[in-house]
T-cell receptor, first 111, second 110 residues
């Protein structure tokens, strides 16, 4: 099992550009999440999904979009990147109300 | 969910000593709590969890204590090792979305 795989690991974007952060899990988990982590801070929930075709906003959804067409994939889309979106992004999944399995993160810098 | 906070942002521990990391939570409806460890450049890693019907749970070298009366959670690490140096987060939930505290950075002195 690869667990939760995130790509890319690093990315530099210019203001106004768009990109998609990829997240794939091979554990057949229903629940998937996107968090962002700013320096010295905890994780803030951006979006989550309880199954294919179902997504919902978390604490900080502005500037982001998600889709969940399959159980395995949960991409995060950034439209019109802004410096405030400079952060480390983590994808996570879980089968139920258990501990999350996290990916290794995507470090994004918007300049 | 409501915020979950940690009492101290940093903790310096002598190798071999026991570590105690504290966390206060504010959502009285939370019924599931988890401690995570995050090493530099990596994603958070599950350490141990506890449900609200328990006061204490032990793992390998780690113990989690839950005091629902004062909404307090702690993580005890026995015989702290250099590999325990990391940021530790508590997380809580009353559904299926975890809320994370800001973290405590633990540094182990040789």
């Amino acid at each position: 099992n690869a667990g939760v795989t995130q790509t890319p690991k690093f990315r530099i974007l210019k203001i106004g550009q768009s990109m998609t952060l990829q997240c794939t899990q091979d554990m057949n988990h229903n629940y998937m999440y996107w968090y962002r982590q700013d320096p010295g801070m905890g994780l803030k929930l951006i979006y989550y999904s309880v199954g294919a075709g179902i997504t919902d906003k978390g604490e900080v959804p502005n500037g982001y979009n998600v889709s969940r067409s399959t159980t395995e994939d949960f991409p995060l889309r950034l439209e019109l990147a802004a410096p405030s979106q400079t952060s480390v992004y983590f994808c996570a999944s879980t089968v139920d109300r258990g501990g999350y399995t996290f990916g290794s993160g995507t470090r994004l810098t918007v300049v | 969910g409501e915020s979950v906070g940690l009492h101290l942002p940093t903790l310096s521990v002598q190798e071999g000593d026991n570590s105690i990391i504290n966390c206060a939570y504010s959502n009285s409806a939370s019924d599931y709590f988890i401690w995570y460890k995050q090493e530099s450049g990596k994603g958070p890693q599950f350490i141990i969890d506890i449900r609200s019907n328990m006061d204490k749970r032990q793992g390998q070298r780690v113990t989690v204590l839950l005091n629902k009366t004062v909404k307090h959670l702690s993580l005890q690490i026995a015989a702290t090792q250099p590999g325990d140096s990391a940021v530790y987060f508590c997380a809580e939930t009353d559904d299926y979305k975890l809320s994370f505290g800001a973290g405590t950075t633990v540094t182990v002195r040789a």
